[in-house]
């Protein structure tokens, strides 16, 4: 019996997030597969004083908990799948690389591409270039400014 598919899907609150989860959601339901919702939080800045830091990193972390959430309950209504989630803190390329290694029922890593962006292409690109040295699964692109309607016809 073939394994199934697990996307592992990492958001932020941009619309590009919103888009690849739903194209992700689409494409495991039809497989019969799952969604992982991964969220990265950037370290905070040591140079500020410990307790400004250790604000900042609980502010984060709320906002992070409103935006897995709010994509939680949006994986439910596109496709009826409740995604597992994953909070972590870290630089984001190696926290996505992480969370993959760790998983080894990960078999898609998918990104929403969002069309204007300062640095755009930056982490996918760090990412193409790690991914067959530690990591062999695909890389998944999906365009922020997709439809609905295109995804369901994509899918």
Request: aromatic share 4%.
């Amino acid at each position: 019996m073939p394994k199934s598919v697990k996307y592992l899907i990492c958001v932020d609150k941009s619309e590009a997030s919103r888009v690849a989860l739903y194209f992700a959601c689409k494409k495991a339901v039809k497989s019969g597969g799952s969604v992982e919702i991964l969220h990265v939080i950037p370290p905070a800045d040591m140079q500020n004083l410990f307790g400004v830091a250790d604000k900042m990193r609980e502010e984060q972390r709320q906002e992070a908990e409103i935006v897995v959430k709010s994509l939680s309950e949006s994986a439910f209504q596109y496709a009826g799948l409740t995604p597992t989630v994953q909070i972590r803190e870290g630089t984001l390329g190696e926290e996505i690389i992480n969370a993959a290694l760790k998983d080894n029922d990960v078999n898609i890593l998918v990104l929403g591409a969002s069309p204007e962006s300062a640095g755009r292409g930056k982490l996918i690109k760090w990412l193409a270039a790690r991914l067959g040295d530690r990591l062999l699964v695909p890389l998944m692109l999906v365009p922020g400014n997709l439809t609905d309607l295109q995804i369901d016809e994509l899918s």
